[in-house]
């Protein structure tokens, strides 16, 4: 989700839900507190709702969910479920427990266990695909 969200909101509208960078940076110092945040509290209809507005964002998600919910009301409608929350916590619990295989994801076993830890990780990937993609697109350019 980290990846497909990444880049999304542009320059304008969403503010920093567009900057995975600092959503990174604010999740990193909630979790210098303590366990931090879980996934249930990071990816609210509020905080995410703008982007699932966003097309290209849309576009995106689009291949990786049922036709029942692409339509960015029923997405909108679908993160407020207590069947989306409850599998937000799951999963953040697994994660944060260190119970998660975070290979399956791509991710080295260095990763760390906590959400921020976990986004950031999956941000930095995003980032080395973006940037592999725009270097092989360049060269074929010259």
């Known amino acids: 989700l980290r990846a497909a969200l990444a880049g999304a909101g542009g320059g304008g509208g969403a503010g920093n839900l567009g900057d995975p960078a600092a959503m990174a940076r604010m999740l990193a110092g909630m ?6 945040l879980g996934l249930n509290e990071v990816l609210t209809p509020e905080t995410v709702g703008p982007l699932l507005r966003d097309d290209d964002v849309r576009a995106r998600l689009a291949e990786f969910l049922p036709d029942a ?7 909108d409608s679908l993160l407020r479920t207590p069947q989306f929350q409850s599998q937000l916590e799951r999963f953040s619990a697994a994660l944060q427990s260190g ?12 990763t760390g266990f906590s959400v921020a830890e976990f986004l950031d990780a999956i941000q930095k990937k995003a ?10 697109k360049d060269g074929g350019n010259e």
């Open 99 to 110: 119970q998660m295989d975070l290979a399956q994801f791509g991710l080295s076993p260095g």
């Open 31 to 36: 979790n210098a507190r303590g366990r931090g």
């Open 69 to 75: 919910h692409r339509g960015s009301e029923n997405l």
């Open 127 to 136: 980032d080395e695909k973006r940037d592999a993609e725009e270097k092989k």
